[in-house]
């Protein structure tokens, strides 16, 4: 079998203590690579980064994709939502995949190398929360991390569902209106140009998923290793 690596950044010296601050954050190469603005995952990792840079801690990289279905899934997931207009749990039950497929066994063995005892954890997730301390980790406490700020209707429909359907703890509100189906219909989306400002002629570039994205995407998680 094979053994996919989990990269770890730690900043400052955390050997021996408690209370270290860790971001558990699960890989999303839409967001982080290619620039999808479907979730918040790339501003939720810089976040992460820069606040850990700040006062020292664990910066954990998940390689679980798609919260665990993975990266040619995700997509079937995201082709979908686009043609359906499901939202990101449903498009995941309808191609037969959970809605929740990731599993931390790995943390409990990193912090113990690291000779961390106990963390705070870096999280709008109950789930990852609940699953750390399932695995024995102990979380002193969790801090909510907020990115409302630059996020499309896409985002924060995104965030909306977490809220709504996965219990996140997020002040996004939880009745965030579908953006697909807004434009299906042709009725204004509320969450684009809320200041009051009229849309300029970029707005539909900046919001409008690129059509190439998926099939890049597809095409690195289908394409075959060199040997």
């Not at 997931?77 to 929740?100: F, H, I, K, M, S």
């Not at 406490?141 to 219990?167: H, I, N, P, W």
């Not at 997020?170 to 807004?182: K, M």
């Not at 684009?192 to 690195?220: F, I, L, R, W």
């Amino acid at each position: 079998g094979t053994c996919t690596p989990w990269p770890v950044c730690v900043y400052g010296e955390v050997h021996g203590r408690s209370g270290v601050t860790m971001r558990l954050h699960d890989a999303c190469l839409t967001s982080e690579v290619l620039g999808s603005v479907k979730c918040d995952c790339a501003k939720q990792l810089k976040l992460a980064q820069r606040q850990i840079a700040a006062s020292g801690g664990v910066l954990i990289y998940s390689p679980q994709e798609g919260r665990g279905i993975g990266l040619a899934n995700k997509i079937s997931a995201y082709a979908l939502q686009a043609r359906e207009g499901l939202d990101t749990v449903d498009a995941n039950l309808a191609l037969g995949l959970p809605d929740e497929n990731r599993s931390y066994q790995a943390v409990p063995f990193i912090l113990r190398d690291l000779g961390v005892s106990s963390v705070r954890l870096l999280t709008n997730n109950p789930f990852k929360i609940n699953s750390l301390r399932a695995l024995g980790v102990e979380v002193e406490g969790e801090e909510c991390q907020v990115c409302d700020d630059e996020l499309s209707a896409y985002s924060r429909f995104y965030l909306s569902t977490k809220a709504k359907r996965m219990d996140h703890m997020v002040s996004t509100a939880r009745d965030v209106p579908n953006p697909i189906l807004q434009q299906a219909t042709g009725k204004p989306n509320p969450n684009q140009q809320s200041n009051g400002k009229q849309p300029d002629a970029e707005t539909p570039a900046q919001e409008a998923e690129p059509a190439s994205t998926a099939s890049a995407a597809v095409s690195a998680a289908t394409k075959p290793s060199p040997a």
